[in-house]
């Protein structure tokens, strides 16, 4: 029984590194929308944070380029800035996406 123990544990702190490492990975990842295409891409553009305020962001990066009216039950809005989209639900950023022109 004991072996079956290590062997558990030795999958499940190898699992754990595993994903961890996954995640690690995707922090240093951007969202990129060309059309109705979206990918993904490595990146160290700055950019909101999930769960940003707005008066954050704007505190952060600056008044947008343009602001979209909320749309929606809950509201969604979007600010454009230069390089970067980003989502709002409420005054709460949901997601960043970056411009594929950038």
Known sequence: MTG??????????????????????AAQAETVANGDQVMVRESDLPRPGRGMTMHAVEAKFGAPAARHEAVGEPPISRWDYPGFRVFFERDRVIHAVVDPAS
């Open 4 to 25: 079956t123990k290590n062997l558990a544990v030795t999958l499940a702190i190898g699992l754990g590194t595993a994903l961890a490492a996954m995640f690690a990975g």
